[in-house]
């Protein structure tokens, strides 16, 4: 098995890592390049995601949770912390791309007993 995964130079999709293509028994990760306008929509009945802005500003809704123009990075070697939303099982998470973007997407299995919820970083 090789852990070696390697970056798509076009489409939205730039890498997905999920537990049965790696051989795991919890943890998947995606990550997307996206333009202002697009929206990407995520959904997973059985796993919570934690909705990470590598780059980038977009907006985003899960529920009755609405997050507007988080993000500041232009780079992920910014000296600045991501900005983050956790979104429980069963939720739909609707991420629209204010200025274009780089999102990550950690995936793992979970009951859904939180509220979906911004994820504030610890200054330096």
């Known amino acids: 098995m090789s852990l070696l995964v390697k970056a798509s130079r076009e489409g939205q999709t730039i890498a997905r890592v999920t537990p049965d293509s790696a051989g795991w028994k919890h943890v998947g990760f995606a990550a997307y390049?996206?333009?202002?306008?697009?929206?990407?929509?995520?959904?997973?009945?059985?796993?919570?995601?934690?909705?990470?802005?590598?780059?980038?500003?977009?907006?985003?809704?899960?529920?009755?949770?609405?997050?507007?123009?988080?993000?500041?990075?232009?780079?992920?070697?910014?000296?600045?912390?991501?900005?983050?939303?956790?979104?429980?099982?069963?939720?739909?998470?609707?991420?629209?791309?204010?200025?274009?973007?780089?999102?990550?997407?950690a995936s793992a299995p979970a009951k859904g007993v939180y509220p979906p919820r911004r994820i504030h970083a610890l200054r330096r």
Do not use: M
């Open 33 to 105: 390049r996206l333009d202002a306008g697009d929206v990407l929509h995520l959904y997973d009945a059985d796993r919570e995601n934690c909705i990470v802005v590598l780059t980038g500003t977009v907006s985003i809704e899960a529920a009755d949770e609405h997050w507007r123009s988080i993000g500041s990075r232009d780079s992920v070697f910014e000296d600045a912390a991501p900005y983050a939303v956790y979104v429980p099982p069963k939720l739909v998470a609707i991420v629209r791309v204010d200025r274009e973007a780089q999102v990550g997407v």
